[in-house]
């Protein structure tokens, strides 16, 4: 899971914020992919698994700044 320090805010946000929703569903799609190429089951040249990742990374940079702006508005 991406972020499982964060868990209960990632529930609530699911919920919350439709943006925040789909960059966590294209997030686990682009890992559920690179992990399948890793493992040999999906065939692709290093370079689109590297652009995967980097796009991944992009998406967990920013599902978190949305998480920590959430978090910080809930203390508020």
Do not use: C, Q, W
Request: charged fraction near 45%; hydrophobic fraction near 40%; proline fraction near 1%.
């Amino acid at each position: 899971m991406m972020l499982p320090e964060y868990r209960d805010l990632i529930s609530e946000l699911k919920v919350k914020d439709k943006h925040f929703a789909r960059i966590f569903e294209k997030h686990n799609e682009l890992d559920k992919k690179t992990t399948d190429a890793d493992a040999g089951k999906l065939h692709l040249s290093d370079t689109e698994i590297e652009v995967l990742k980097k796009e991944k990374l992009l998406l967990k940079d920013e599902a978190l700044a949305i998480i920590l702006k959430y978090k910080k508005e809930k203390e508020a």
